[in-house]
């Protein structure tokens, strides 16, 4: 018998008015022009490979403190022709401490690990700055 693998569940409720609530409470997501569904995605890329790396970091006992940038555009993708999300660009800044031996390895953990951009049918392109160093 296999063993079955870890799930996670997920809620949030919009009223009517276009509110945003999570199940875990917390401050509500008001509905504004400005905050397009898009957008939202792009935060939850950008919140998820930080918390990606920081979970990886943490088991390494290095402390991290830094900054996500996502940019995403949405066109007819060649496939299917439907909207989507055809190219995302993630830059992330990153203090390091102390320096990990092996920082594309943490890095890569980071990105393979966040689960909203292994959900996305474009695949994020990331570019990482740590410690004062963009990586190539």
Same mark, same amino acid.
């Given at each position: 018998?296999?063993? %079955?693998?870890?799930?996670?569940?997920?809620?949030?409720?919009?009223? %009517? +008015?276009? /509110?945003?609530?999570?199940?875990?409470?917390?401050?509500?997501?008001?509905?504004?022009? +400005?905050? /397009?569904?898009?957008?939202?995605? !792009?935060?939850? !890329?950008? %919140?998820?490979? !930080? /918390?990606?790396?920081?979970?990886? &970091?943490?088991?390494?006992?290095?402390?991290?403190?830094?900054? &996500?940038?996502?940019?995403?555009?949405?066109?007819?993708?060649?496939?299917?022709?439907?909207?989507?999300?055809?190219?995302?660009?993630?830059?992330?800044?990153?203090? !390091?401490?102390? &320096?990990?031996?092996?920082?594309? +390895?943490?890095?890569?953990? &980071?990105? %393979?690990?966040?689960?909203?951009?292994?959900?996305? /049918?474009?695949?994020?392109?990331?570019?990482?700055?740590?410690?004062?160093? +963009?990586?190539?």
């Amino acid at each position: 018998m296999s063993a %079955r693998a870890k799930s996670f569940e997920y809620a949030v409720s919009l009223d %009517r +008015e276009g /509110t945003a609530r999570s199940a875990e409470g917390g401050s509500p997501i008001a509905h504004e022009d +400005e905050w /397009t569904p898009e957008h939202l995605v !792009l935060a939850g !890329l950008a %919140r998820c490979t !930080l /918390t990606s790396l920081r979970y990886h &970091a943490r088991r390494g006992q290095i402390e991290v403190e830094g900054s &996500a940038d996502a940019r995403g555009e949405v066109a007819p993708r060649d496939t299917d022709g439907r909207y989507a999300f055809i190219r995302i660009k993630v830059a992330l800044d990153m203090t !390091l401490s102390p &320096a990990p031996r092996d920082v594309r +390895e943490l890095i890569s953990k &980071a990105e %393979r690990d966040c689960f909203v951009g292994a959900s996305l /049918t474009a695949k994020p392109r990331y570019r990482w700055t740590v410690n004062g160093e +963009e990586l190539q």
